[in-house]
T-cell receptor, first 116, second 110 residues
């Protein structure tokens, strides 16, 4: 496979469930990102992982927990979500990211999450 | 805090027209600016990245310009085609990684 892949593509979960989203990049990049895209809102950066640092958006609730075991894999662990967390969750990667400076980002197809 | 505005929010044109999409941002201290397209329900595809030191960047029928001091970028699409129908997003990168606008939804009618 090439590019950025995400699994699952669709996920329906209850508010008491625990699930994880997975992202994998095959581009040899050193930085990975999680974004949230809600209806009628701008794409919102949630987390950035790079070789040098992890950057968080301070407005992201603790029920979202990222994990980056290596430069090719990124997870988003979900627990006790709310219906308003229903959205398209996009993963991206780039060659580098330092203090906001980012190279061209390549996006995965996204996971459509529905919280009941 | 960087804020990005894209005008118009939606645009419908007949096939073959040249068109301009506008992007403005409030913090001119950026490193670069990227333009993306997004098809419905799908991820984003990078179209162009223009560095803060550049004035414009071209790829095929697409041309992006950047006026960093005034906080503006435009995406010019020449000879539009139905396959260009998508939402176009601009995102400057500065002290924080990419901040996105809400996008311009483009429909090209055959």
């Amino acid at each position: 496979e090439t590019g950025v892949t995400q699994t699952p593509r669709h996920l329906v979960m209850g508010m008491t469930n625990k699930k994880s989203l997975k992202c994998e990049q095959h581009l040899g990049h050193n930085a990975m990102y999680w974004y949230k895209q809600s209806a009628k809102k701008p794409l919102e950066l949630m987390f950035v992982y790079s070789l040098e640092e992890r950057v968080e958006n301070n407005s992201v609730p603790s029920r979202f927990s990222p994990e980056c075991p290596n430069s090719s894999h990124l997870f988003l662990h979900l627990h006790t979500l709310q219906p308003e967390d229903s959205a398209l969750y996009l993963c991206a990667s780039s060659q580098g990211a330092h203090r906001g400076r980012t190279d061209t980002q390549y996006f995965g197809p996204g996971t459509r999450l529905t919280v009941l | 805090k960087q804020e990005v505005t894209q005008i118009p929010a939606a645009l419908s044109v007949p096939e073959g027209e040249n068109l301009v999409l506008n992007c403005s941002f409030t913090d001119s201290a950026i490193y670069n600016l990227q333009w993306f397209r997004q098809d419905p329900g799908k991820g984003l595809t990078s179209l162009l990245l223009i560095q803060s030191s550049q004035r414009e960047q071209t790829s095929g029928r697409l041309n992006a310009s950047l006026d960093k001091s005034s906080g503006r970028s435009t995406l010019y699409i020449a000879a539009s085609q139905p396959g260009d129908s998508a939402t176009y997003l601009c995102a400057p990168s500065g002290n924080t990684p990419l901040v996105f606008g809400k996008g311009t939804r483009l429909s090209v009618i055959a």
